[in-house]
C-alpha cells in the first residue's frame, strides 16, 4: 500500500509528464479548488500581524502616515526636495514598494513556515507563497486609505483617473506573486537567501525614486531606471493619482512584460523545485 507521502510523489511525477499548459491549468483549477484554505490562511496572517495590537486593522493607516511625516521632514526640508505635492507623493511611493517588499519577504519563508502542514496533508505548495502575497496585499488596500486622506489634507486635485487606480496595483499583484513563488522555492534549499534578499530589497529602494524625482538622477543613472520594474509601477500610480494623466505605451509595454515575465518564471522556477521540498523542510 501506498503512503501519502508517495502518492504525493506520484502526483507530481505525473503533473511533471502533462504538457506545460495542462499543468498550469491544472495549477489554476486547484487554486480555485483551495479558494477557502487560501482566505483562512490570509486570514490568519491579518490576525498573527495584529494579534494584543490597540489599534488593529488602524496601523495600515497610520503606518504609511507616520512614515510620511517623518520621511517629509527629511527630505523635503533637510534636502530641499521641490517636488510639488510632496507628502503625496512620497506616500504614493512608500505604499506600493512597501506592499512589494512585504509580500516578497512574507513569502520568502512561506513554504517553510508552514512546513509541519505541507508534511501532514497534501495541498499545493504554491498556495502558501500565494497566499502570503494576498495578505499584504489587503494590508496595502487598508493603507490605500491614508492616500486618499492625504490627498484631502494637502486639498489635492482629484483626477477621474484615479478610478484606473488598480491597474498598476494589479500588474505590481502579478509581479509579486512571481517573485514571492521564487523565492519560496530557493529559500527552502538556500536558507542565506532570507538574508540576502533584506539587503538587496535595502538597495531597490534607494534605487527607485520613491522620495527624490527621478529628474536629480545623470543621464546614465536614468537609462538604467528603466529596467527597474518598481519604477514603472509607481510611476503608473502617480500619473492616475497626482497628475491626471494616463501613461504613454511605453509605460504599459513595461509593467505588462515586467508582471507576466516574473509570474511566468515564478510558477516555472517553484514547479521545477518543489518535488524535493519535503526532503530540505
Known amino acids: 500500500m501506498k503512503t501519502a507521502e508517495t502518492q504525493r510523489s506520484d502526483s507530481v511525477d505525473n503533473a511533471a509528464k502533462q504538457p506545460k499548459n495542462s499543468q498550469y491549468k491544472v495549477m489554476m483549477t486547484h487554486f480555485v479548488q483551495y479558494m477557502p484554505l487560501v482566505r483562512e490562511l490570509v486570514g490568519r496572517d491579518l490576525k498573527v500581524k495584529y494579534r494584543r495590537s490597540f489599534l488593529g486593522y488602524v496601523w495600515s493607516v497610520l503606518n504609511p502616515l507616520l512614515m510620511m511625516i517623518v520621511q517629509t521632514i527629511i527630505f523635503s526640508y533637510m534636502f530641499r526636495t521641490d517636488i510639488p505635492n510632496y507628502p503625496l507623493y512620497l506616500i504614493c511611493g ?139 509601477y509607481i510611476n503608473f500610480f502617480r500619473n492616475l493619482v497626482m497628475h491626471g494623466n494616463i501613461p504613454g505605451p511605453n509605460t504599459w509595454i513595461a509593467c505588462i512584460f515586467s508582471s507576466l515575465v516574473m509570474l511566468c518564471l515564478g510558477l516555472w522556477v517553484f514547479r521545477k523545485l518543489q518535488r524535493n521540498f519535503i526532503l530540505y523542510v
Not at 505541507?118 to 505548495?125: A, L, R
Request: proline share 6%; glycine share 2%.
Open 94 to 232: 512608500n505604499t506600493l514598494f512597501t506592499f512589494f517588499n512585504e509580500s516578497a519577504n512574507m513569502g520568502l519563508t512561506s513554504i517553510i513556515y508552514n512546513a509541519p502542514l505541507i508534511k501532514k496533508v497534501y495541498i499545493p505548495k504554491y498556495i502558501f507563497p500565494l497566499s502570503r502575497v494576498v495578505s499584504s496585499f489587503v494590508t496595502m488596500s487598508f493603507s490605500l486609505a491614508a492616500v486618499v486622506l492625504v490627498m484631502l489634507l494637502t486639498r489635492s486635485p482629484i483626477y477621474w483617473t484615479i478610478l484606473l487606480f488598480w491597474i498598476p496595483l494589479l500588474f505590481l499583484l502579478l509581479f509579486c506573486c512571481g517573485i514571492a513563488l521564487t523565492l519560496a522555492a530557493l529559500t527552502v534549499y538556500f536558507r542565506d537567501i532570507q538574508h540576502l534578499f533584506s539587503v538587496i530589497t535595502l538597495g531597490w529602494m534607494y534605487a527607485t525614486p520613491i522620495f527624490y524625482p527621478i529628474e536629480q538622477l545623470p543621464d546614465f543613472a536614468q537609462t538604467l531606471m528603466k529596467f527597474n520594474p518598481m519604477y514603472h
